[in-house]
């Protein structure tokens, strides 16, 4: 998978949360979605509801059944579309975000930007679950 996301910065240890997942590939760094009651996996769309950021990989048939995911932190993301510094940010794509809009729900929400991010595809930094 492409566009995972790197840390830069655990705030409070990271405040790792662990899902339940669904037997799939998950690259560390990979943007969670919840998909069940305290089950997470990829994102895939704009709006998916956010769980966290993988912080270990998970191969799909070694047996796992859990993740752990990093829900606090600044991390470098991918953008999805142009952001202003200072600007909440939400999931677009796969490993995508970009500001929220009116479209977006309450749980979209990754948190807020700490850079301009001039486009789509542009690696900038994100402080992950603050301000969301």
């Known amino acids: 998978m492409a566009d995972e996301a790197v840390i830069i910065e655990l705030i409070e240890g990271g405040i790792p949360i662990r899902f339940d997942i669904v037997n799939a590939d998950i690259p560390k760094g990979t943007l969670l979605k919840i998909v069940d009651p305290k089950k997470a996996a990829k994102t895939a769309a704009d709006n998916d509801p956010f769980a966290g950021i993988a912080a270990e990989e998970i191969v799909s048939g070694?047996?796992?059944?859990?993740?752990?995911?990093?829900?606090?932190?600044?991390?470098?993301?991918?953008?999805?579309?142009?952001?202003?510094?200072?600007?909440?940010v939400s999931i677009k794509a796969t490993n995508r975000y970009a500001k929220i809009d009116a479209t977006d729900d309450l749980f979209s929400n990754i948190g807020v930007a700490l850079e301009t991010s001039i486009g789509a595809a542009e690696i900038d930094a994100v402080f992950v679950g603050w301000g969301s």
Request: overall charge negative; hydrophobic content about 40%; aromatic content about 8%.
């Open 62 to 88: 070694d047996g796992a059944t859990t993740i752990v995911a990093w829900t606090k932190g600044i991390f470098d993301l991918t953008s999805g579309a142009g952001v202003t510094a200072g600007e909440k």
